[in-house]
Nanobody
Framework: QVQLVESGGGLVQPGGSLRLSCAAS????????MGWYRHTPGKQRELVAT???????NYVDSVKGRFSISRDNAKNTVYLQMNSLKPEDTAVYLC???????????????????WGQGTLVTVSS
């Protein structure tokens, strides 16, 4: 079964930078849209950025110009470069894949709406 594993979270001062990574494991043939969401207690989960298999990107307004999403299809990995971090960026960041085609033996199957376990980003002085 396909799994997403995030890394790269941590504590950073305001104005600092972090780079998150999310690697998909399994015998993967293709992944459609990958993205990053964030969740803060008491708030709804928020879309941060997405990137299609062809490289088309989309960002929430609050991170435009500061965050950059990219992906390495050969490594089945998506990245989120976060610059000029603000305290309000503090959250658990979750990786998401909307549709994955993978193989199991001689068969291919599709898996949908896959989430990683999340990585905590804390922006504080």
């Amino acid at each position: 079964q396909v799994q997403l594993v995030e890394s790269g979270g941590g504590l950073v001062q305001p104005g600092g930078s972090l780079r998150l990574s999310c690697a998909a494991s399994g015998s993967i043939f293709s992944i459609n849209v990958m993205g990053w969401y964030r969740h803060t207690p008491g708030k709804q989960r928020e879309l941060v950025a997405t990137i299609s298999s062809g490289g088309r990107t989309n960002y929430v307004d609050s991170v435009k110009g500061r965050f950059s999403i990219s992906r390495d299809n050969a490594k089945n990995t998506v990245y989120l470069q976060m610059n000029s971090l603000k305290p309000e960026d503090t959250a658990v960041y979750l990786c998401h894949a909307d549709e994955v085609v993978a193989s199991q033996g001689k068969n291919y199957y599709r898996d949908f709406d896959i989430w990683g376990q999340g990585t905590l980003v804390t922006v504080s002085s």
